[in-house]
């Protein structure tokens, strides 16, 4: 499993060098159509948080590789937008010359485009890579300027992208249902309760997640998590329809599939919506295509934008999915633990860099012999790296291990469970900024790990628990606390999130990350992460239903930053009770060397009186 060249194929990308000829191609292209510009989003046809190599096209022609971004390219101009997280690394990626980089949390992208645009402007997008909320958007920036937004197909950009690669043909696979837990009919039948209640006749699934859960089926489409790209046509009653490329199934996958559905090539997709003129169908608003919106209006049916159904069903998991997970956290936790000794062993030499421990840890994981993909691409850190909380080590950035504090965030696919686990390690002195700023991300974590909450709470009203002692200090953290995680599936999965955004009330069943965490500029960089699974908390003195997490993830948490007079004799409590179960789970599954660290890593909290640790 490890690619070491997987490193340096991310700076070949990422090559602002190569945005100058690219951006003439692309303009030329565009004058051509007659068209003043072109929105270039990073997404796919399904609104991907991963795409295949085919659908990098904000990287081929702006540089930046970060997984949110939307460029717009103009006769003279050119803009790059990206969120807080990518700000830094937009700026190290992208020629400026080129492209104004842009905060879209301070200057949104319809709102560049009605200052930037001149009358009887044409502004071209890609109908497949837009959902129609966006479409609507810029089309109301269009108008203000007197400019027009005009669909374009086939995509100018891909027009002039030479050696292009080609879309995936991964083979799609049987997910067991050991690990799946709940037959596709089963599923099916609840799905389509669920359309039935929404007064529709049937749901357009754009979703490729969703598609995935429905019919058991994992696929190599994308890197990081197991989809195979296609669509699905489920009617509130009869057969749906699966659409997938057929050179993907094997013709025993096929038979098994045409047992609860239909099976038509994605190129049958616009017949097969064409046939629902005159219903009313289902379209997921945060992943459906303008393109097919259009296709379905166009042929009479009534389109209702709603948040897709499956997204809640998936996100509750079973028993099985449960089990497994759990199993996953245990293996996952092993390979964790043999990475940590093994870490606490190499940086003090002074000669391991970020890319070394990256790959170290990955080599930890494809040991087990279950790995079959990273979930993410891991943040390996160091110094002020850390402080970057969606940053990527490349060739060029890579930093050697020194004193201060090293951010490792990482996960695992397995067949039955999927993995995120975020450890910030102390090497060599810190700083008291450092131990105060660890302690109270610390606080924030074990407040949200603890917490006791009624039957109908959401993420939202959760999130201030992990902000609580960073706040007492006037300070805080720019992401959300969670994120849903799938089953085998995305590392980020809704509509469960504990975040400002968090809407969705949490329901037993559902896994979500627990991680807050700290962020100074130029300096150093905390997190600190496990996966919580929500759990019923009964007690015979509750006046309600109530719930707590379980926490799933199992590797120990670094003591060595702690400012001691900072935890509470509850929070001392909780760290050495979660310590003894990593010690009671995962040391018989770990050799002799890691045992022994493993048990001075678990020792109960004796706090000596703090050295000098130096200034903040």
Known sequence: ????????????????????????????????????????????????????????????????????????????????????????????????????????????????????????????????????????????????????????????????????????????????????????????????????RARADALLVSDPHAMAWTFNIRGGDVGHTPLPLGWAVIPAQGRPTLLVDGRKLSNSLRAALSEAADIAEPGDLDTRLDALAGKRVLLDSATAPQRLAARLEAAGAKVERVADPIALLKAVKNAAEMSGTRAAHRRDGAAMCRFLAWFDREAPRGALDEIGAAEALEAFRAETGALRDLSFPSISAAGPNAALPHYRVTRASNRTIGDGLFLIDSGAQYEDGTTDITRTIAVGALTHAMRDRYTRVLKGHIAIATARFPRGVTGAQLDPFARRALWDVGADFDHGTGHGVGSYLSVHEGPQRISKLGTVALEPGMLLSNEPGYYREGHFGIRTENLVLVKTDHRESDERPMLAFETITLAPIDTRPIEPELLTVEERAWLDAYHARVLAEIGPLVDGDTRAWLQAACAPLQFAPPPDWGEA
Request: hydrophobic share 40%; glycine share 8%; aromatic share 8%.
């Open 1 to 196: 499993m490890i690619q070491p060249s997987r490193f340096q194929s991310f700076d070949e990308t990422s090559d602002p060098t190569l945005s100058a000829p690219r951006l003439r191609l692309l303009r030329d292209r565009l004058a051509g159509l007659g068209l003043t510009g072109f929105i270039v989003p990073r997404a796919d046809a399904h609104q991907n948080e991963y795409v295949p190599p085919s659908e990098e096209r904000l990287a081929w022609l702006t540089g930046f590789t970060g997984s949110a971004g939307l460029a717009i390219v103009l006769r003279t101009r050119g803009a790059i937008f990206v969120d807080g997280r990518y700000t830094v690394q937009a700026r190290e990626q992208v020629d400026e010359a080129l492209f104004e980089v842009v905060d879209i949390g301070a200057l949104s992208p319809a709102d560049w485009l009605k200052d930037a645009l001149s009358p009887d402007d044409r502004i071209g997008y890609d109908p497949w890579l837009h959902t129609p909320g966006q479409v609507e958007r810029y089309a109301r920036a269009c108008g203000d300027a007197g400019a027009e937004l005009v669909a374009t197909e086939p995509n100018p950009l891909d027009q002039v992208w030479s050696n292009r690669p080609p879309p995936p043909l991964a083979a799609i696979s049987a997910h067991p249902a050991e690990f799946a837990g709940e037959d596709s009919t089963a599923k099916l039948a609840r799905i389509q309760a669920a359309i039935t």
